[in-house]
């Protein structure tokens, strides 16, 4: 059973004896790049990168289920491309239009908060020593 099926997926149209089976398989470093890039930091993505890879696994996917034979590999490769852009790009929307939700940043929002709330105190309260 097992070699029958083995020899089926030999034998298929978008079988390993073709391209079409080849191309979507090394397109897989793609995606496995971008999972790899998960731990770099937002501000180090590209955002024409990131909306190439997106876009091309959105327009792919589509794309592999209207050819014939559908080619199952393709279509899963480019949801895995559109999926890792997307979310990339959602790190790196995130950065630049919440930077309130990185901790970093919002130490030092609290430090410049701080050190006005001091100087402000210190102006306005002179009579009475500051405590910080």
Not at 40 to 61: D, F, H, R
């Amino acid at each position: 059973m097992a070699a029958s099926k083995l020899q089926a997926l030999w034998n298929h149209p978008a079988g390993p004896k073709t391209i079409h089976f080849w191309a979507p398989t090394f397109k897989w470093g793609i995606s496995i790049a971008n999972v790899a890039d998960f731990s770099k930091p937002p501000e180090k993505l590209s955002y024409p990168q990131q909306i190439a890879v997106a876009c091309t696994g959105l327009v792919w996917s589509r794309y592999s289920l209207v050819i014939t034979p559908k080619n199952w590999n393709l279509f899963s490769v480019n949801v895995a491309m559109a999926g890792t852009g997307l979310y990339q790009l959602s790190r790196k929307l995130k950065f630049y239009f919440y930077p309130v939700m990185h901790n970093y940043r919002i130490s030092s929002i609290l430090c410049v908060y701080a050190y006005l709330e001091t100087s402000w105190r210190q102006t306005v309260r002179k009579d009475r020593p500051c405590r910080t």
